[in-house]
């Protein structure tokens, strides 16, 4: 394995991830901590299958989609690859917000992002998603997210944001999923493992994180997600990728005066 790189808050390099690498004995609910911060680009991308793919998709979203003059939020911005992703894509005149509640992870995105931040393209604030007040969006990101929050406020919080957007705009959404049919899960979920020890993880991490985020980590059905857009009034939820256990989605808000525009380039509407 390679040795982790210094404990530096400042350096823009993601350590390794060895977190779960010994042996724990008691395992407390995973948490966005300081120590998850530092190794946090390492974990993600090593745990998430399409994790790459899924930002690679969201550029063309917002490239499509993000309107001139408007804000694009990026909710759960952890250390800032999806931010930077939105701020690469969109149109020069808007805004980017990214928004966590972990001030570790905001810390190391201030660090990630620090030219953004400078040139005032990118602006970051540590609180909750449910105090966020999202008015003047055209896209709001949640990746890998929704699935942290509790399940009784995920509703609520998709309505507000539903609210929120301006005409045609994107709820753009990644989730790890569960499947209904017990033996396509655990299909799924061994070749989820496999991915993992592909990655370089130990059966012990392997274990040990399982544990971790069991009860933090609540996942959805693919159906359940579509029909909560669709229950909000988002038009065609649809899945964009799929990697194992992991998609992406999106709706769109309707165009109040018509719907046929709703899918028309902003660089054809400026
Ligand atoms: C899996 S990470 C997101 C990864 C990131 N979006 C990306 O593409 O790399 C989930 C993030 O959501 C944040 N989070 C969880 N619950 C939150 C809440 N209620 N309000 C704000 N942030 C939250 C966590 O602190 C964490 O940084």
New binding site residues.
């Given amino acids: 394995m390679t040795p982790s790189l210094p404990d530096n808050p400042q350096s823009k390099q993601p350590e390794i991830d060895r977190v779960y690498a010994e042996p724990k004995e008691t395992i407390s609910p995973f948490v966005?901590n300081h120590q998850v911060a530092q190794v946090?680009d390492d974990m993600?991308s090593r745990s998430v299958p399409g994790?790459t793919l899924?930002?690679e998709v969201l550029a063309l979203i917002t490239q499509r989609y993000a309107q001139a003059g408007s804000l694009l939020f990026?909710?759960?911005?952890?250390?800032g690859?999806?931010t930077k992703v939105l701020a690469d894509a969109a149109p020069t005149t808007c805004k980017i917000i990214g928004?966590?509640?972990?001030q570790p992870?905001i810390d190391r995105c201030q660090v990630t992002l620090h030219d953004l931040i400078e040139h005032d393209r990118v602006a970051l604030s540590c609180?909750?998603?449910?105090d966020t007040d999202l008015a003047g969006a055209s896209i709001v990101?949640l990746?890998?997210?929704l699935q942290?929050?509790p399940l009784a406020i995920r509703d609520q919080l998709m309505a507000r944001i539903y609210q929120s957007l301006l005409p045609g705009g994107i709820v753009f959404v990644?989730e790890k999923i569960t499947n209904p049919e017990m033996d396509q899960q655990q299909a799924i979920n061994e070749l989820h493992l496999d991915f993992k020890r592909r990655q370089g993880y130990s059966e012990l991490e392997i274990a040990q994180k399982r544990s971790a985020l069991e009860a933090v980590l609540v996942p959805e059905t693919e159906l359940a997600h579509h029909q909560r857009l669709a229950q909000c009034g988002f038009e065609i939820p649809q899945t964009l990728t799929r990697a194992l256990n992991f998609i992406a989605f999106m709706g769109q808000k309707p165009r109040s005066n018509s719907k046929r525009s709703a899918h028309r380039p902003e660089r054809d509407r400026r």
Avoid: E
Wanted: hydrophobic share 40%; charged share 10%; net charge negative.
């Fill in positions: 966005f946090f993600i994790y899924c930002h990026d909710l759960g911005c952890s250390s690859a999806s928004i966590d509640n972990s992870m609180q909750d998603i449910s990101v990746n890998y997210t942290f929050l990644a």
